[in-house]
């Protein structure tokens, strides 16, 4: 038996069981809707959810998949979090008001093109405590819950908190009872001669069976019994708390003694565990459905990087992950391969070959920048050498960590705008009413140098920074009511001890990021002005303004000088390189001042998502020849739409030189698009990823395509079914992707080609 | 005590990330100046070793530029981790960088005090004494032979192919590593007779082991374009059938024993060339 022979009925079982949906839970909302009134607290609500789960939710078992996991709980096939009973709460008109006024206020605060606000909470990108669940099971967390109760002096919300982690607990332990049970059920119906049950799948319904309720009750003590463990949990905290848990953590670091260990007592094989690896990673993608558009990848794991006690992580199962990826090339999930300067080229190598050899997205994260950066914000070592990515590449240190992020991005280069005079009057108020700006928008006739211009993007970064994130905080602080999430708290460090939720700021650390973009279209702009305006005196400032407010109408040559003349960031000019290295380091400062609803300070970090083409929609046109309405720049990544040829992966990972990301615990991408061509080879490239980590680079995807089959997609998609690229921080099939996306991967892509 | 290099050189790029010319990751340096003028040429702008003014989208854009010897020292050295890692190094190539040699001679010493590989890309259309002054510091020669037959060379490249054959003649008996590139273009060099010509005259050298790699060049235009923001004027050209290029792989290949790689259009050889002009 091999994973060939039951992976396209696997497949089937799924997509049959996820094309059935949505699913009737009304039944179980209207035992929730008896027990609930506006007065239940979000801990009773979420307590009140657990007993329903447990008492009336369904399970459901693919025969040809030998994990068992999927709740019918309502919720959507692509969604994490959200809708069915786990969402219950946040789908509440209390939530949902608070939600509203929050976008509402928003707006009416700043001009469209500044921020991106989905939410005042973050709901996804957090990771689960794997070491707690698989060193305790729900039993043992169940144990220090009630620990707690027993020996803490606590007040009646945090008792009352203590008592629904029992109730989650027991929840899991009731599900993984009916999932033994059904498999027993399934099995008794196979003896019957109608059944078409083939022996792989009665060898695994026999396994679920003797497991199930076990496991991840107790814990695990086998590779099988610890992957499913894994797969429980995360099914557990996204069917019932209402959090997007994305990623399965560090898969080789925390299943290798268990694969030792069953090799060991003559268990397991190579072959069996490497099943279970491709198993597994199929399962992350036909959980999911790429054809629907904007989808994107649903499943993120960690391999390599250091451990706690920062010893290398390059085991044979990140071995095993590595070809299971490349083996069963789909899009998901995303591999976020931790790198630093202690391992060897051929981990390099082969991570290289994975990034090469996937349609999925893969990511470098840079142990060297990143776990020191965690340290300078202050959090331990061992928890900061325990990070994973929580979402594309949300860096969150597992089981310790909550880093709200990801869902309020903020456009830099709209400040230079600001500053500029460009904004309506909503954004002057807003500032002057809170008195961050007292000098705003500024009389450009008086920015008599560039320093005076940059100490006004600096002031005005710093007010509107300081004013968002109180503004955010003020709303924070409703979380625990409006979604707490109890059973995932309690794997977290703190949470018991505190007896007190995450959302309550429970955890050992609770932080907030802004998700910055933009960064090279300001130092750009600014690297022009300081060109065209101060240096060589070519225009005054007024008029470069003018002819931003004007799109560049019948000023072509001046756009062109700006765009393809100037020096900008990426192109590895002394001049650019100092720019871009001040303006880091202001921006860190700034950002590690603002404070979140829990007393934290922020965690500095540069993250786009795609959000760099919708911020750029409502942007005018800037300083360094972008056109109003055209993209801004991706995250902390030189700009990818300059229109020549000063910028390549040499001068990108050479100016990271100049650069500090230690001061951006939550993480810097950079994105690299290269040309698809066969000289790019595993050689190339790793030298590329080898040199960005030792030049102090935070996390770099590697991206390529072949424009010309991308634009033929756009003409004929259905000559493309399965034609796949990576966007940013995951990968989506092409043609699903909405039409202005489409554009700019193609644009961005042929400015290599 | 090595040599202080003052002097200036005569360039029209530097690219940087360049996977194509020679082994690993480079930094090519592109030199102003060839003896050659071949037809098909894609970097016209290499041509004349003096400066000249391209109008480019409504800008003019001079091409060509002296750059100090430190100071390009100085760029080459920043990418040295890139080269290392990759096995990779630095290229001079043009134009011919071999009208150059007194300024790479300064360089070379720097270079390898930095263990840092070198190649050198030319037509061969210099004096033998070039070669000779070089060759025991220049770790790879790329060489481009483009016509065997007397008559087409000059017809289509302006010289005699003679001191060209000469000089490949004399690094091969030199068994100094080359990476042999043949550029082909429909019209040109793409019959049988011309491969036919070719592998006769590779034959012809008992120390041919001395190439070691074999790069075949299909003509791309992506350099047209530039004839027209000099002022100049330029035949269509068309790249050869694929048949003809599998051919010259396969017999040419056969003669050295060697793989031979078909280049992408991104080569930067005298099919190609950099489209940035600084």
Known sequence: MGFDDFKQAMHNEMDAWYASYPIDISEMTSSLDAQISEETSGYAMRGHIYDVAAAQMGVKLFPHCPFYFELASGRERNMWGMEGIGGYIKNSDGYQCLRHKYQSDTAQMWDKGLFIINDFIDNDHHAMGVDIILKKGFQGILCDAKRALRDLHLNDEQQTWLNTVIKGCLCAKALGDKFARHAEQLLTESTSARSSLTNTAIGFLNRIKDTASRVPWQRPETFYEAINTLIMARELFNTLDGVGICTYGRLDKVLLPYYRNDLKHGRISYDEAYELCLALVSLTDFRWDYNQEQVETSTTITLGGLDSEGEVVDNIVTEMFFDAVVECNTLSPKVNIRVSSRHNKRFFESAVHVSRNTRSSVSFLNDDAIVTAMVNAKMERHHALNYVAGGCQEVVAEGAQVSSRACWYLNLSRILSIVLGQDSARTYQTLAVNQRGAIMPPDLNAITSFELLYQHVIVTLKAVSIEFANHLANYQRHWKQVNPAPLYSATLEGCLTNAADMSAGGARYTSTTYATGAFATLVDSLLAIKEVVFDSKQLPLTELVEALNNNFDNQQPLQQQLLTELPYYGDDSDKSNIMAARLLKDIEQIQRTCQNFAGSNYHPAFFSYHTNIYLGMDTPATADGRPAGRPVSRSASPSDYKGNSRRNPATDVHSLKYLDFKGYPGAAVQYMTLPVAKEQSDKILTAVVQTFVENGGSIVELQFNDVEALKDAQQHPEKYPNLSVRVCGFSAKFTALDKTVQQEVIERLSQVA | ?278
């Open chain 2, 1 to 278: 005590m090595t040599a202080v290099p003052p002097s200036q050189g005569r360039l029209f790029d530097i690219q940087r990330y360049s996977v194509s010319d020679g082994p690993g990751i480079r930094t090519t340096v592109f030199f102003k100046g060839c003896s050659l003028r071949c037809s098909w040429c894609h970097n016209p702008e290499a041509l004349l070793s003096k400066k000249q003014t391209m109008h480019c989208n409504g800008i003019d854009k001079q091409v060509g530029y002296d750059i100090d010897g430190l100071e390009l020292l100085k760029l080459l050295y920043r990418d040295k981790s890139l080269y290392q890692k990759s096995d990779g190094g630095v290229t001079f190539s043009g134009g011919e960088p071999m009208l150059q040699t007194d300024y790479i001679r300064s360089l070379l010493p720097y270079l390898k005090r930095e263990n840092i590989h070198v190649a050198i890309d030319t037509a061969g259309n210099v004096p033998s004494s070039a070669y000779q002054s070089l060759s025991d510091e220049v770790d790879l020669f790329l060489f481009d032979l483009k016509i065997i037959d007397p008559v087409k060379h000059r017809q289509h490249t302006g010289v005699s192919n003679k001191q060209i054959l000469k000089n490949f003649t004399q690094l091969v008996a030199r068994q100094q590593p080359i990476e042999l590139r043949l550029p082909v273009i429909k019209g040109i060099n793409d019959s049988e007779a011309d491969i036919k010509q070719l592998a006769s005259f590779l034959l012809s050298l008992p120390q041919r082991a001395s190439i070691t790699e074999l790069k075949v060049l299909p003509y791309h235009a992506m350099g047209r374009s530039k004839y027209q923001q000099l002022g100049m004027t330029t035949a269509i050209f068309e790249a050869p059938d694929t048949s003809i290029l599998a051919q010259y792989q396969q017999t040419i290949g056969q003669v050295l024993d060697i793989d031979p790689t078909l280049a992408s259009s991104q080569s930067n050889t005298c099919t190609g060339g950099p489209d940035g002009v600084r």
